[in-house]
T-cell receptor, first 109, second 116 residues
């Protein structure tokens, strides 16, 4: 059974600090996605990573992919309150997305 | 270009009633996916459809759930004889391509179903 695991499940961090969310998956996938979800809202696409070693950055978020280790990371730099949300990674070994468990990020002032 | 549209946004049903959830994909998208998010959990794939065809329904419960994407009109997720365990947020996503490396699924706002 394909598994996608994220850790930590919950992250409370102070503004200005850096941290990394990890996403491990158990089968090969040529694509890995990161999504953001605010409470009661839909999912917003953040990054699509397509190849080994891919790195993408948008603002304070940077995502990377290591297909050999089956690991993706989402790094947060100098967190701000606006980044508080739940972050999901997802892989697509076929057409459907298999989501990770999600990481609830709470940035404290 | 309007995004993925879903209606209703909130739906309340009593046990035993039917729920119909609608999804209109983004303009130019011909692939529709339905996902379910139970409280405090991640999204789980239910079904993948193209126009008039069900491509993958491996995530659909065997009973009471059905989906369609007719030639004209929105995709419909239908839940018959709802039970309390069906209470969840149901998200629809659409994409222009299936399996393309640049393909991204764009999500609608979701329908939050509450079964009393």
């Amino acid at each position: 059974e394909l598994k996608v695991e994220q850790n930590p499940l919950f992250l409370s961090m102070q503004e200005g600090k850096n941290y990394t969310i990890y996403c491990n998956y158990s089968t090969t996938s040529d694509r890995l996605y990161w999504y953001r979800q605010d409470p009661g809202k839909s999912l917003e696409s953040l990054f699509v990573l397509l190849s080994n070693g891919a790195v993408k950055q948008e603002g304070r978020l940077m995502a990377s992919l290591d297909t050999k280790a089956r690991l993706s990371t989402l790094h947060i730099t100098a967190a701000v309150h606006d980044l508080s949300a739940t972050y999901f990674c997802a892989v697509a070994p076929t057409n459907k997305l298999i989501f990770g468990t999600g990481t609830l990020l709470a940035v404290q002032p | 270009n309007a995004g993925v549209m879903q209606n209703p946004r909130h739906l309340v049903r009593r046990r035993g009633q039917e729920a119909r959830l609608r999804c209109s994909p983004m303009k130019g998208h011909s692939h529709v996916y339905w996902y379910r998010q139970l409280p405090e959990e991640g999204l789980k794939f239910m079904v993948y459809l193209q126009k008039e065809n069900i491509i993958d329904e491996s995530g659909m419960p065997k009973e009471r759930f059905s989906a369609e994407f007719p030639k004209e009109g929105p995709s419909i997720l239908r839940i018959q004889q709802v039970v309390r365990g069906d209470s969840a947020a149901y998200f629809c996503a659409s994409s222009p391509l299936a399996g393309g490396l640049q393909d991204t699924q764009y999500f609608g706002p979701g329908t939050r179903l509450t079964v009393l």
